[in-house]
């Protein structure tokens, strides 16, 4: 089945510095990439997707680029501010359809 | 428009105790999911119900049990606790299942097996 490693899994910057998480899969059919936030005490909230069909996607401060040659995919986070302090979770499908989530990084965003 | 609901937010149990968790989405979503989420372990799919009528299991299903009440409701079922079954439980839906349709998460459930 579909296996998502994802590093680092601690993550510690300065605020306004970027942030980066990379993320690495194994099964060549997922198309989907989904990257899910989750601050202390909540649910996961998506907070940005990607399609195997495209090799960046933008939404503001945070971005995502998938390599489906090399099988890996990136968040980044630039500018970064205190309330980006959560864990992140990145994401693939299987070949169900189902999600497979990767174990997750803590962001601490010091001032 | 409240999302996805579940009850309870925490719970404590003793080893062979029963319990029900409770899950309810508001936002005519056809799919409804269970996940667990432990310490450096992501979320794991315990079961999950692609629509009304269904249910199938996920990545680690033993030891619990499913009930698709109706298009709103999706309970899980602890017939007897084991300590290896204290996680945080994550409710979730999505429109319709498969690659692509975001999946919203409920607030948690933090359950304690002594």
């Known amino acids: 089945g579909e296996n998502v490693e994802q590093h680092p899994s601690t993550l510690s910057v300065q605020e306004g510095d970027s942030a980066v998480i990379k993320c690495t899969y194994s099964?060549?059919?997922?198309?989907?990439f989904p990257w899910y936030k989750q601050e202390l005490g909540k649910g996961p909230q998506l907070i940005i997707d990607?399609?195997?069909?495209?090799g960046e996607k933008k939404d503001q401060r945070i971005a995502v680029t998938l390599n489906k040659t090399a099988k890996h995919f990136s968040l980044h986070i630039t500018e970064t501010q205190p309330e980006d302090s959560a864990v992140y979770f990145c994401a693939s499908t299987d070949s169900w359809g189902k999600l497979q989530f990767g174990a997750g990084t803590q962001v601490v965003v010091t001032p | 428009n409240a999302g996805v609901t579940q009850t309870p937010k925490f719970q404590v149990l003793k080893t062979g105790q029963s319990m029900t968790l409770q899950c309810a989405q508001d936002?005519?979503?056809?799919?409804m999911y269970w996940y667990r989420q432990d310490p450096g372990m992501g979320l794991r799919l315990i079961y999950y119900s692609a629509s009304e009528g269904t249910t199938d299991k996920g990545e680690v299903p033993n030891g619990y049990n499913v009930s698709r009440l109706n298009k709103r409701e999706f309970s899980l079922r602890l017939e007897s606790a084991a300590p290896s079954q204290t996680s945080v439980y994550f409710c979730a839906s999505s429109e319709l299942a498969g690659a692509g349709n975001t999946i919203y998460f409920g607030e948690g459930s933090w359950l304690t097996v002594v």
């Open positions: 099964d060549s059919a997922s198309n989907y």
């Open positions: 936002m005519n979503h056809n799919s």
């Open positions: 990607i399609r195997s069909n495209v």
